[in-house]
Each structure stands twice: as C-alpha cells, then as structure tokens.
C-alpha cells in the first residue's frame, strides 16, 4: 500500500509523489473498469453494423448444446465481407444457429471448431452485437470456407465448463454477499473467464478477512448442497415482479431469462451459460478483495480445479518456507516473529559496534599527533571512497583535537584525495586552502578551499607520504 511505500522512502531520503499517484490509481480504476464493463454491445465496429442493417442474427443454441450443424451465413475477411475464405486466413464467420456463446454480460465469449470433412476453422473468440449477432472469430486452418457451406460447431467442452462453474459461482458470492454485508450490495459488473471470475459489488468499506471468510464458507455451503439451478424465461414485466436481481445497465431484449438456484438462494435475469447444479462448481475459494472506485470493492476468486491448485501451491509456499526457517508451518508465524525480533536487536548490535570503533579508531588517530612548534599536527592515509568521505573523517578528529591541523590523504583508482582541517584557533597563522595548494602540486595535481577546510589531489600516490612531510615542514618553517 501507499503507506509502505512513504515508509520505505522516508528511510532513503526520497518523497513520495502523492497527487501524482492518486491521479495514476484512478486512472488505472477507469481503466479497468472499462475492459470489463463490455457486454461486446457498447461498440458496433462497421463491417458488423452493415450486416445488422441486413437482418443477421444468429439462434443461440448454445443453453441446451455444445455441438450441432449449421450453416455459414456470413463471412468476413480483414473486416470485408467476402464469399469465400481461403485456407491461412483469419475470419470471422457468421452462422445461421449456434452452440458458441457471444461474450456477453461479463462471460467471456466461447472458443472451438468449424468443420466439415477437410475443412477446420479454429474459433478463438466469439462476439455478440445487438442481441442477435454472434460473430466466430478465428483461423482457417484447412480447407476453404463460403458462405452457404453446412459446417458442425462445436464448443471447446472444457473451457466452457470453467467459465460456467465462474459464472455460476458469481450468482452464489453475490447472494452470500448480501446475506452476511447487507441488501445495499449490488452488482456493479462482472467479468467470467475460464481462468477466474471478478466481481465488483456496491459497499463502502473494505470487507474484514472474517466477513470474506463467512461469505467463502456460505458460497461453499451451497456448493456442497448440490442445488440445482432453473432458467425461465418470461417478460421483463414478470421478471420485476420475481423480485429477480438485475443488471438494468445491461440490455435485455423483450424476454428475460431468470436464473434462479435451489429454493430462492439466488435469482437473477442472466442471459449467461450456467451449471446444472451447484455442487458442479466444486470449490469456491476467494483470492482478493480491492477497491476499485469510490465506494465499489472488487473480489476475485477462483472455482473448480483452479481453486484446487492455488490452495496446493499456497500449502507448498507455505511448508517451502517453514522447512527454510526449521519450523513446522503451524509455528511459522511464531518463528518469523522471533526472526524480525532478533534481526531488530542485531541492527542495533552493529550500529553500537560500528560507533564505538568509530571512537577508537579517532582515539587511535590522536595518539599519533606530533607536536611541532607548539601545534598538533595530524597527518596519516585512511580508507576513503569520496572527498566528502574524507572531509568528514578530517572533521571527526578535528572535533577530538580541539587545537590543530589535521591533513588526511586517501588513494582511490590511482588517485590521490587530500583534505586539510584547521582549527579556528589557528586560522591567522595557518590556512587549510594554502596548505592544501602547495601540497597538491607534490601530489601531481591542485586544489584550495576555505581557511579551515580545503580539498585537493592530484595523480602521483606514490608522493602521498612526502605531501604530509611537507606538511611537517610547512608548520615547522612557520611559512604558511
Ligand atoms: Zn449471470
């Protein structure tokens, strides 16, 4: 979340550009919502809008089969309407009657075969325009295609039986939301895929883990109730006096569909492919829950196998994890809990370890002052990977020498780093910036600065220890 990440920057030093993300987050909101939101009906590309002009539609038969004989009343190639297809061609195929299901109403559309003796068109997405019109997008595999040929359809089986154990599982969350948050849940959109279902509902807060806990429990309830499910369809009239939950958002045509599970479980108008029975859903498990506009929570969750495989891994993570640390996975918790803790004290271990050898080491430095006409002078190599480095350990033993000059030099990549400190005291005799110039050019290089602080180098590290006998000799001639 935001909060970890303003944490995180505090600790570097950097700030977080809230405005910005803010606008980035509903942006991305926005976003999403939109690729969800397509029932395939807001957009009616060209080529589609002609042949709707014309009265092309398609029998859905898809509720009762997955497989049946039709015949190719429409062909399209590149967006064009054409007679024929060849073989290597990407189509899209219009039928008499078929089994395929448009996407539609947040189902995802069906895929599978056209074929007919040596012809196999490969069907990868199927789309619904205006109610009637089921469009087969796909490959032409082999053989040709023309318009008036009788082909069989048939749907993918096992793709589309995971995307009705989705969708029937929606139908389920929805009823166990309003039963353990309250009425005002409503559907904002759905999304049903073979690999997941999404569903954004009406609520205004985040859900607790308990209360999504409770709702995962009573959509698993009902599964194992083995409910079976009823479709009707009747007038939209009738459907209002049901009582049914409904999408007005959505287009229905004259007739609705009610979809309704067991003895008033749920009731919905749903024009979506369903599970004969609860209990064919298998497992529900809910995997998020997010926020996804103002006052509109999204869940994700999984059915069926899927379910079952992400309940697999997380138990494989889980023990990967407790067999890292030693631990069985019920004392997993306890034992990270240990681990952060100890980890917390040996940072405060080594910060009081590294300050007390950064005193020694400035004790040690000080011992080393030779006193020359009555001054304390220090100068001596030490590690350094920057002048700023450098300039701070100068300082340090400054502070400790309260009286004195103290010049440190530091080789890096073939270079020499020199900085020179003078205390005030001593500034009307001894400047660090005219120190440090004379002793660069032994150096091979140059540099100055102020009178109690300067910075120089040069290229000869080899000259490091004659720069801090000159420095010696500098104060001992009293020159500078
Ligand atoms: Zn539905």
């Known amino acids: 979340s935001v909060d970890i990440v303003q944490d995180v920057a505090r600790d570097e030093n950097l700030s977080v550009d809230l405005p910005g993300y803010e606008k980035a987050m509903s942006r991305q909101r926005t976003l999403s919502q939109e690729s969800w ?17 014309r009265g092309f539609t398609s029998r859905f038969l898809g509720y009762q089969t997955l497989i049946s004989k039709t015949r190719v009343a429409a062909l399209l190639v590149d967006g064009k309407e054409t007679t024929s297809a060849h073989e290597g061609s990407r189509v899209e195929v219009v039928l008499d009657q078929t089994p395929f299901y ?30 009637g019109l089921v469009v087969h997008k796909g490959h032409l595999e082999a053989g040709s295609l023309s318009v008036g040929d009788e082909v069989k359809a048939q749907v993918d089986e096992i793709t589309r039986n995971v995307t009705i154990r989705n969708h029937s599982a929606t139908h389920l969350l929805h009823a166990a939301l309003r039963e ?36 995962e429990r009573v959509v ?37 569909r009610l979809v309704s599970i067991g003895d008033g479980v749920s009731m919905e108008l749903c024009g979506g492919t369903h599970t004969k029975r609860t209990g064919d859903i298998g497992l529900f498990r809910i995997i998020s829950e997010s926020a996804v506009a103002a006052n509109v929570r999204r869940i994700e969750a999984l059915t069926g196998e899927a379910a079952l495989r992400y309940d ?43 300050s007390k050898l950064l005193s020694k080491k400035s004790r040690d430095v000080l011992s080393e002052a030779r006193e020359i006409g009555g001054i304390k002078v220090i100068a001596r190599k030490m590690e350094a990977d920057s002048p700023k480095e450098l300039r701070e350990s100068a300082d340090r033993i400054k502070d400790r020498l309260v009286s004195g000059i103290v010049l440190l030099g530091a080789e890096k990549e073939g270079k020499v780093m020199l900085t020179c400190v003078v205390t005030k005291d001593l500034m009307d005799r001894f400047k660090a910036g005219d120190i440090i110039r004379q002793l660069s050019n032994i150096v091979g ?25 000159g420095l010696y000799d500098l104060i001992g001639n009293g020159v500078v």
């Open 220 to 256: 698993n309830e009902h599964i194992r109730e083995n409910l079976p499910l009823h479709t009707t369809e009747m007038s939209k009239e009738e459907a209002m006096k049901t009582g049914a939950m409904a999408i007005f958002e959505e287009r229905y045509g004259k007739t609705v």
């Open 180 to 215: 353990i948050l309250g009425d005002h849940v409503k559907q904002a959109g759905s999304l049903v895929a073979p690999d997941r279902l999404r569903f954004d509902f009406s609520h205004f807060t985040q859900v607790s883990t308990e209360k999504l806990a409770e709702v």
């Open 102 to 131: 448009g996407k539609a109403g947040g189902q995802a559309g069906d895929i599978g075969w056209l074929s007919d003796g040596k012809v196999r068109f490969r069907v990868t997405d199927t789309l619904k325009f205006n109610q």
């Open 445 to 469: 290089g140059k540099g100055g600065g102020r009178p109690d602080m300067a910075q120089g180098g040069g290229n000869k590290p080899e000259e490091l220890e004659n720069a801090f006998e």
């Open 312 to 354: 697999q891994k997380l138990e494989r993570d889980l023990r990967t994890a407790a067999s890292l640390l030693k631990a069985a996975p019920d004392q997993l918790e306890e034992r990270v809990e240990r681990l952060l803790k100890e980890h917390k004290e040996k940072d405060r271990e080594i910060q009081s370890l590294k």
């Open 37 to 53: 939101k397509g029932s395939g009906e807001e957009e009616i590309p060209k080529a589609y809008r002609g042949l709707l002009a």
